[in-house]
């Protein structure tokens, strides 16, 4: 249904018919009838003619599109104009809109006027009123009071008199705007109705056009789609011959590529024939040769056989020899070993017997009475005890570590053991001293009975079974030295306090 262009939603959702355009004729669909059936001989002019009257027809129809897209544009600048005169007419009523608004604030602004002047004339009523009654006492004051009050009274009404002139003037200002306003909306109006008039009469002349476009369209677009079947189904045609013709020529090519290869393999085969007879000669030759060869190789086998049992022979002795090697190797191994250890322990025992000895030499120059000390010897001994302390320690953790590791631990536990008899007999020494010089004859029993105590743990290292309760000797044997450290500082503090 054709849009009603009174109407603004018509118009806002009307979408300008677009044409189809088709390229084909009666005369084109003739001239493929009459190649179809045979009836025309020259295919070439009846290809020209239906070329001729495709051309003719495809202008005609280029005509009339491009008369579509001319009335087309014309619609939409009517449709544009359309939309300028509506925004024109709504941006004028929106004015006349404000301008109302305008006057019914300036008559409301007016009426509060009127009302002031209304309550100021009732007030003065009311201080008339009152001058009346209270005309007997104090009368001057009262004049010059209301005096004033009515000059007020009298200032703000000339005020808004001033201001009720002034909104006149205004008022009649926009009504004569107003009027103006209405008498433009009127001329706008008049045009746009005229302009609505003449666009309603070129759209009906275009509807007509356009229907009349549309029904040729139709027709054209149905020879149009005859045409194309027609064309479809030739072109089906012609490409299965064309197929059908290459899949010959492939055919025949391929006999051809056929009969050459036969021939050349006939060729060739009489070549190795050729071949073959002189190779049989050649290998009956051969045959005789390598029977000659036989035989020789055969001699060789039984000489050779006789060789193999002598070097067997040979190779069972020297695998005897061998394994006889392997194990006197064997045995000097171990037997080294067990020597090596041999000497460790020996040499391990040695030295602990040295610092036994050592220690012992200490104990008997501590029984020699002539030792005396001082106060430094004290500190001296105080020392000793703390690093034999440290060095006992060291020797507890050397002892747990020299049977799982390498031969290093096993030395440091030596020469630490070393360094500790060497403290302990400074500690037997210097021990005796101090004693002596404090009169105290139980530091030095101590210090003694502290030596012979290490002297114990070491018999019991040189003894391989030792390793149970060596650690419970050295704790011991710490505990010792510490009771020794404070024996050695209350001997301090008794010497100090002398």
């Not at 189904?233 to 064309?242: D, G, Y």
């Not at 040499?347 to 030792?371: A, P, V, W």
């Not at 050695?488 to 100090?496: D, N, Q």
Request: glycine fraction near 2%; hydrophobic fraction near 30%; proline fraction near 1%.
């Amino acid at each position: 249904n054709p849009p009603n262009f009174n109407i603004k939603e018509d118009m806002k959702n009307y979408q300008s018919p677009v044409p189809v355009v088709s390229a084909t004729s009666t005369e084109s669909l003739q001239g493929m009838d009459d190649l179809l059936t045979g009836t025309s001989t020259d295919t070439k002019s009846i290809l020209k003619t239906t070329v001729s009257d495709d051309s003719a027809a495809s202008n005609m129809m280029y005509n009339r599109t491009k008369e579509i897209s001319e009335l087309e544009q014309r619609v939409m600048q009517y449709d544009a104009m359309l939309k300028q005169n509506r925004s024109e007419t709504d941006d004028l009523h929106r004015t006349i809109a404000a301008k109302d608004t305008e006057l019914i604030a300036e008559k409301n602004h007016r009426l509060q006027i009127e009302e002031q002047l209304r309550q100021q004339f009732d007030n003065q009523k009311r201080i008339a009123d009152m001058h009346a009654i209270d005309n007997k006492a104090s009368s001057n004051e009262k004049f010059n009071k209301l005096l004033e009050t009515y000059n007020k009274l009298r200032d703000e009404h000339a005020i808004v008199l001033n201001r009720e002139g002034e909104t006149k003037k205004q008022l009649t200002d926009i009504t004569q705007q107003h009027s103006q306003l209405k008498e433009e909306h009127q001329k706008k109006e008049e045009e746009f109705n005229q302009n609505q008039d003449k666009i309603n009469n070129e759209i009906v002349q275009l509807r007509q056009t356009n229907d009349e476009l549309q029904d040729r369209i139709q027709v054209l677009t149905t020879e149009r789609n005859d045409y194309q079947s027609i064309t479809k189904t030739t072109a089906e045609r012609m490409k299965e011959i064309e197929n059908a013709k290459q899949n010959v020529e492939e055919r025949f090519k391929q006999l051809e590529n056929d009969k050459t290869r036969i021939d050349n393999d006939k060729s060739s085969f009489e070549q190795k024939l050729k071949q073959t007879e002189g190779a049989r000669r050649d290998l009956h030759d051969k045959n005789r040769e390598h029977e000659e060869n036989l035989i020789d190789l055969l001699h060789d086998k039984e000489t050779l056989e006789l060789k193999v049992i002598d070097l067997e022979e040979s190779a069972r002795k020297w695998a005897q020899k061998f394994v006889e090697t392997t194990d006197k190797q064997k045995l000097i191994q171990t037997t080294h070993e067990k020597l090596l250890s041999n000497l460790k322990r020996q040499h391990k025992f040695s030295i602990l017997t040295y610092c036994i000895n050592q220690m012992h030499d200490g104990i008997d120059r501590m029984k020699n009475k002539e030792l005396s000390g001082e106060k430094n010897t004290s500190e001296y001994l105080l020392s000793k005890i703390q690093m034999a302390i440290a060095s006992t320690k060291k020797i507890q953790d050397l002892y747990k570590k020299q049977n799982e590791s390498d031969e290093t631990t096993t030395l440091a536990f030596i020469n630490e053991c070393i360094t500790l008899s060497n403290y302990m007999v400074d500690i037997v020494i210097h021990g005796k001293a101090a004693s002596n010089f404090a009169q105290n004859v139980d530091l030095a029993n101590s210090c003694r009975d502290t030596t012979l105590y290490c002297i114990d743990i070491y018999t019991n290292y040189q003894t391989p079974s030792a390793s149970n309760d060596s650690d419970k000797q050295t704790n011991e044997l710490i505990h010792r030295l510490n009771s020794l450290i404070e024996k050695c500082k209350t001997l301090l503090k008794k010497l100090y306090l002398n």
